[in-house]
């Protein structure tokens, strides 16, 4: 267990829809990443806050968007969605060095129908 | 740009026998390498990291690995695999300025009993 929580576990929904991802980081850790992992495209990096705010970007469609509240939580909000954006996506969390290990969090499956 | 090849799609290995799995990278300053192995259904769980100092580095699981900067290499090694260490291993270099980790494509380790 790494400490990094993420709900829900799974999520199946319609093209066109909206959803929102939650991710509690490891107490203490100020920074809070997101990364999709897709059959075509692997593991790749989406976007890292840090104590609230947006540090770095990655391939994030215009679509997705994310934030970090008060309390360190972070949610992944990804709007019309589409049939490619069925993939896991994980949360991790690390502390205020840029170096710090990330600890990933068990993910998010989404199916979009 | 920074990357991570990791050239062996799959491997498959007789529980007993020892196991190397290459990674490759690129990137212009010192970088900092990881091994995460995902188990089916499971989130990424960090085997070792590389930052400095001795190049041959031990993680969890009896898992060491050797950074060689001539061969732009990390390959992970195991002297004696077990069934339990069926699983899909990740390269990973962290790029000190963006904190975003660059994975390889992964390799999936099949272990014959």
């Known amino acids: 267990d790494s400490g990094v929580t993420q709900t829900p576990k799974h999520l199946i929904t319609a093209t066109g829809q909206r959803v929102t991802l939650r991710c509690s980081p490891r107490?203490?850790?100020?920074?809070v990443y997101w990364y999709q992992q897709s059959l075509d495209q692997g593991l790749q990096f989406l976007i890292q806050?840090?104590?609230?705010?947006?540090?770095a970007k990655g391939n994030i469609l215009e679509r997705f968007s994310a934030q970090q509240f008060p309390d360190l939580h972070s949610e992944l909000n990804l709007s019309s969605l589409e049939l490619g954006d069925s993939a896991l996506y994980f949360c991790?969390?690390?502390?205020?060095?840029?170096?710090?290990?990330?600890?990933f969090g068990p993910g998010t499956r989404l199916t979009v129908l | 740009a920074q990357s991570v090849t990791q050239p062996d799609i799959h491997i498959t290995v007789s529980e007993g026998a020892s196991l190397e799995l290459r990674c490759n990278y690129s990137?212009?300053?010192?970088?900092?390498l990881f091994w995460y192995v995902q188990s089916p259904g499971q989130g990424l769980q960090l085997l070792l990291k590389?930052?400095?100092?001795?190049?041959l580095v031990q993680g969890i699981k009896g898992f060491e690995a050797e950074f060689k900067r001539s061969q732009s290499s990390f390959n992970l090694r195991k002297p004696s695999v077990h069934w339990s260490d069926a699983a899909e291993y990740f390269c990973?270099?962290?790029?000190?300025?963006?904190?975003?980790?660059?994975f390889g494509t992964g390799t999936r380790l099949q272990v014959t009993l």
């Open positions: 107490s203490g850790d100020l920074s």
């Open positions: 990973a270099v962290l790029t000190g300025t963006a904190s975003k980790l660059t």
């Open positions: 590389y930052f400095s100092g001795d190049t």
């Open positions: 806050y840090y104590n609230g705010e947006e540090r």
């Open positions: 990137y212009g300053a010192t970088p900092y």
């Open positions: 991790a969390s690390s502390g205020k060095d840029s170096t710090d290990t990330q600890y």
